[in-house]
Each structure stands twice: as C-alpha cells, then as structure tokens.
C-alpha cells in the first residue's frame, strides 16, 4: 500500500524548485563559444595551445579588405575605415599600411637602433669595427639600395637600420604586402587590406561580434560618402568563433521549434486532450529547467549545444509522462478507478521506469569524467533533466493526471501485438545483423574514430576560402608551429627567448628553417640591451675612433656628426619596454606574442616558425636543438590538437565502459537472473553495434559527440528492454496499454532526434543521427527479443 503524502506539499515543493530554476535561468549566461569542447584540464603543453586559442593574437585580429570601386577610393576607404577605428577603445591595434604609420614604425627602429640591432657589439664599434662596416655602407651605395643607404648614411654609416630590415625579413620568411596608394593591397591591387585586433578575448565571442559590428558600421558609413559599390570582407579567427556561435543559435532555435511542434502534435493525437498534454509536458518542461539551472551553477555559463541537446532529451524525458498517462488509463472512469489505475501504475509499472532511470543516470555519468566542460554539461543536463523529469512523473502527475480525461490508445496495442510477436522471427536475422556489425567494426576498427578536434564547429566554406585570400594576400599565413618560453616575468622570458633566437638563426642560416618570427626582435629583454648600450664608445671616444677609421675612406668625420649624436644618446637612454611600443604599428605584432595573465611565473614568449611546405623541417631534431633552454617548448599546433583530443577520447570511452560495466552489474543485482539481464542487454548492445557499423559504412568518422548519442541509445533501450520483458508469472508478453506507450514513447524520441539528424551544426547532427535511428533499432530488438517469463523465474527485487 503506497503510503498517504500530503499533495498541497509536493506540489508546493515542486512549483518551490521550479521557480528558482527558472530565477537562476534568468542570471545565467549563455555562450556559444566552442572552446567549450577543449579541456577543462589539459598537459602544460595543451595548456599552451588551449591559451593561444583563448587568448592569443590570432584569435583577436580580423583580417579585413575593401574591393570594388576604384584604386584610389578604395585606397581612401581604407585611411577613412583606419581613421575611425584607431581610436575606438574595442581595438587594441589597427594597421593598414598606411605612409604615416609605416613611417612611425620606421622612425621608431631608427630612433633605437643601436639598442635593436644584433649586429652593435665591442668589436663593431672598434676602430677596424668601423672601418668595416663603413666601408660596407659605402659599397651598399652603388646596389639596388643605393637611394636608401645615402639617405640614412650621414646618421647611419654603420648600416643598423638596413641590419635590422635585414634581419627582419630573413627571419620572417616572407614578403609583406604589397603596397597601392600609400596602404596594402593584394599583388593586384584590386582589394585593399587592415589588419586590426580587437581588445575582447578570443573566447569572449560577444565582445569580437561587437568589434566586428563596428567595423561594418564603420565602413557603410564611409561607402556611402565615397562610393556605394565598394565591399568590406571580414575573416581571421574571430570571424569564425562569430560564426559558430550564431549558426548554432539559429539552429538551436530551429530545431528547438520544429521539434517541440512535432512532439506536441503527435502527442495531441494520441492524447486528444489538451489538458493531457500540458500536464504530460510538466516533467519534460520541469526537467530543462532544472536541468539549465544547474549547469549554469555549475560551469557560470550554459553553451547554445546544451540547450540543443536539452531539447533533443525531451524524446526520453516525455516518455516518462506517456508511461504514466496511457499505462494507468483504467476503462473505468470513476474515481475509484481512477484511483486503482493509478496505484496499478505505481506498483507494476514505476520500478521499471525507475531501473531505467538509474540506468540512465549512470550512462551519462561517464560525461562528467570527459574532461570536456562542454560535455561535462551535457552530462550534467541529462542527469538533473531526466531526474526532475522522472520524480515529477512519479510525484506530481499522481495528483493531477486522475482529474484529467484522456483518450484510451489500447487500440493501438492490440493492434500491434500481432506484429510484434511476428517480430519473435526475426532473432536469427537479429544476431546476424549483430555478427556483421562486429565484423564491420573489426575491418575498419583503425579509422573508425575521429582522432582529430576538427569538425565540432560549423565552418562556412566562404569564409574559410576568403580567410585564406586575405591571409595570402597579407602574406600572413597561418603557422603551425611555435616555439613558447615560459619566465617567471616578462624580462625572464625575452632572455630565454633570446637563447632560442640564436639556435633558430643557425638553422635558418643552415637550410633547415625558413624563418620564424620572435618579439625578441622589437623588443630585445633589458639584459641585451643594456649590454649594446656597454659596448657604443662614449661620444669623444667615438669621435676619435672615427677619425681612425676614416683615413682610408672616402668620407669625412665632418659628414657624420649626427651619426656620433646617436650614438652618445642612445648610450645613456632608458630601455625600451612593451609600452613604449603602444601607439606604434610595432605594438600589435610584439604584444600579441607576449601573453600574459598577470600572474607570478606565467608570463611567455611566443616564437611562431615558417616552414617550407616543399621541404618541412626536421621537428624533432629541432626539439632536441632548443631542449638545452629548459623553459622552451615546441609545440605543433596541429599535433597537440590531435594528441588533445585522442587523449580525451580515450579518457571518455574508458569511463564510458566502465558505465557499462556498471549497469550490467546492476541490473544482475536487481534482476536477480543472469538470462532476464542478458535478454535485457542484448537488445541495447545489438542497436549500439548496427547504430555505430552504420555510421562506419554510410556516415564516415564517429566523434565525441557520437559517443554522446550512443550512451543516450544505450539509456532510451534500456526503457525498451526492461519493459519488454514481461514480469516474473506472466506468461503473455506485454498488455496492449504497455506496448502502445512503448511505441508512442518511441514515435516522440525518435521525432525529436530526428530532426536534428537534418542540421549542419556538427554537435547537433552527430547527435540525432545516431539517436533516431538507434531509439527505433532499439524498441524493434527488444521486441524482437520479447519472450514471455517462465513462472520458475526469480522475483524481480526493487532498486
């Protein structure tokens, strides 16, 4: 006898829960973001990549070009778009290329050359020193840089500016843009091009929409005044992360609608009673808000993909409703009756919707342990979802639903138990299946998991395709490599990136590298420049080592006083730090590899490598050359993304099994029967296995987020398993009522997945497309696998 409970409570305690959920929504915020799906705790090594996905340059500068027109409006477009983002506080750097600033940028290396050239050391400014690199000057006169040397000569006889452009672009490997009416432009001078990088991290998609908002604002206002057919194209990391995050918004809100219509029409018709079906969305409805409630007080924010995957979850949290409604429908409609179905319903019927509930519950358990915040949240949203959705349906519909009339759909069953018991037939085609799945899965075991973190995030293919034209153009590419040196200060890290520097330059200067790019550079560390400033002469020495070295050349001393000005100087001047660099166009390149999150001992400095795709170079004998400075790390940006994610993947699958491994040990406790367990298993693990060789034959790759909808499988078979399995004594299968809640349960799980099986988000589609057609794979082996309980067998204990 189910004991007396006070319904004004539980209904009270319910609404209680309910509203704050709702109140904690309301403070919760929610992101699309896909760094989600990195780890929540990743090697020092991921950690380095996670940080320059997060936070680094890359992931804040747009790439930015104006076509149509004519050159030279679209040469005003782009001082006019440079003009007015300068100075808006959402940029921290914007360049085009423009004179004045190319100039600014040139003034200030010239301006502290002798503390920025490699080349100023004792032995340079020793009198043979000078005579050298004089007489170098001289012979520079008559080259093709003949017009910049005598311009610089008179203050430059040593040739330090042309050392540091040397220098400069040796190390990078690659020509710059090139130039049409004073600013960069493509080689055909049909798209004029910025560069600017916004000050919001690369994870705050928010704040680079808001940058990007601006810049289109920005430029429609300037084409209207110049020329209306002139176009801004925008791409660079921040517009993919733009990207994403509002495809999936609208996806999600898609998918979300379409859905919720169709389930509520194909309940409506089963139900024919509106009442009904408001209060059978009550568990459903109370399960999603709890469930967003507390991943948003568990991760402070709550990603558009768990709201997708929460819509796509009421396919099995609803079925607890339909359980409940069709199964303890009495023919009777008195309230004696009414009472009797309910009781019926709560004594033969909960402890398997119950067992299911664990069972599912432990499944999704196995995300908690992923690794992943994004399916960490996942995992977390299923288990309070289905939950909330169950206890509900257990406590809450009892005392609503027998005041509420409702179509009996028994029909359905009777006419189904036919066709079902044909089903019966079928298990030798069943196992057979189930051997050519194994054996598909054994052929292609190798490639069957992605093992690579590309494909989570929507990618629009003219994006990618104008990002590259852009990159292409600014002669910017992409790089893979980096070499990241950690200091306990910024000062630190400039020193060891310097002894990086110097193996680098050897292996350059060998063939083996075709460049890298270091802050070093711009902004050498305090140590090496202070040490330039020991070895520049005093002015009265320099004028006499001058003199010396002057006898043999034709030049006077006369002609270079402002050459020993300098010189003098910058000796006594200050050291350049990083913000004297601001205001400059040198700014964006240096602090963009300088990363630094404020803290003691987490400051770096990122060295990025251009290799030569003809002729890569040998990384691990490049690791093994920089392995003397032990705060340096090579990191393979591709490599360590796929170590990152196979890591994981394996992590997930480990505790996946381990889930497994738990429920069949649960359902041996509570069944008591190692046959009824393995009838109950055998279902689940047959839809598993023809779900994933499926995918292996026609659907390509499985990812993460398949994995995700195989335990879901695994969770809405469990329900179809226990309740196809008849309780101990009855000798004739399912009642008509159980079998047509089974099969409406189905129709709602596999039309909810379903429809996400249709989207082009990657997290979205991975899920419905091994959902909807593992649900009905599921509900057919069960009843396939379907016998009437033989009266020997053991009571069935409660969990």
Known sequence: MTPRRNPALILGLWLTVVLLAIYSITQTRFTADMSAFLPASPSPEQQLLVDQLQRGAVSRTFLVGIDGGSGEQRAKASRQLHADLVDDPAFAAVQNGDRAHHEQARQFLFEHRYLLSPAVDAERFSVEGLTRAIGESIREL????????????PRDPTGEMLALLDRHDSQAGRAGPARCCGVWSSSDQSTMLLVAQARASGSDTDGLARAAQRIQAA?????????????????????????????????????????????????????????????????????????????????DEVHGITIGFGTALMG??????????????????????????????LRDYWPTVRLGLITSLI?????????????????????????????????????????????????????????????????????????????????????????????????????????????????????????????????????????????LDQRVENGLLAGYRSPTETLPSLATQHARQAALPSGEELEQRLAQALTDLPVSPDRLPGFVDDVARQKDAAAIGLADLEGTPLWLAVA?????DGKAGHAAAVITLYTDPASPSDLAAL?????????????????????????????????????????????LLVQASPRRTLRTLLPITLAVLLVVAGHALFGGQLTLLHLVGLLLVAAIGSNYALFFQPPPGQSNGLDARTLASLTLATTTTVTAFGVLAFSSVPVLQAIGATVAPGALAAWLLAAIFAAPSDRSTPTTKQP
């Open 623 to 667: 690791g093994e050359a920089i392995d003397p400075v032990e705060s340096a790390v090579l990191i393979d940006l591709l490599a360590e993304s796929n170590r990152l994610y196979a890591r994981y993947l394996n992590t997930t699958l480990v505790v996946s099994v381990a889930g497994a491994a738990a429920i069949v040990l649960l359902l």
């Open 363 to 503: 499944g999704f358990a196995a995300l908690l342990f992923s690794g992943f915040p994004g399916l960490m949240q996942i995992g977390l949203y299923a288990m309070t979802g289905l939950l909330t959705a169950a206890l509900v349906t257990r406590y809450v519909l009892p005392i609503l639903g027998p005041r509420l009339p409702r179509a009996d759909i028994a029909g359905l069953g009777r006419r189904l138990e036919r066709p079902v018991a044909g089903l019966r037939r079928l298990r030798s085609v069943a196992v057979l299946l189930g051997a050519l799945a194994v054996a598909v899965l054994v052929f292609q075991q190798d490639g069957l998991w992605r093992d690579t973190l590309s494909g989570l995030a929507p990618i629009d293919p003219g994006l990618e395709a104008t990002d590259t034209r852009l990159r292409e153009q600014l002669g910017s590419p992409s790089p893979r490599h980096l070499v990241v040196v950690k200091g306990d200060d910024r000062e630190a890290a400039l020193r060891a990136a310097e002894r990086v520097t110097a193996i």
């Open 142 to 153: 008559n080259s093709p840089l003949g017009d910049i040397t005598r311009e610089l000569f």
């Open 592 to 596: 963009g590899q300088l990363p630094s």
């Open 219 to 299: 430029f429609d206002t300037i084409r209207g005044d110049i020329d209306p057919s002139l176009r801004l194209v925008i791409a660079g990391s921040p517009m993919f992360a733009i990207e994403a995050r509002d495809h999936i918004k609208a996806e999600v809100t898609l998918f979300t609608t379409i859905s919720v219509i169709l389930v509520t029409l194909v309940l409506l018709l089963a139900y024919r009673s509106l009442p009904v079906l408001l209060a059978g969305l009550l568990p459903v409805g109370s399960g999603v808000a709890v469930g967003i409630a507390m991943v948003g007080l568990g991760f």
């Open 316 to 345: 099995e949290a609803i079925d607890y409703s339909i359980y409940y409604f069709v199964q303890s429908r009495q023919s009777r409609v008195d309230r004696a009756g009414q009472r009797a179905g309910q009781h019926a319903w």
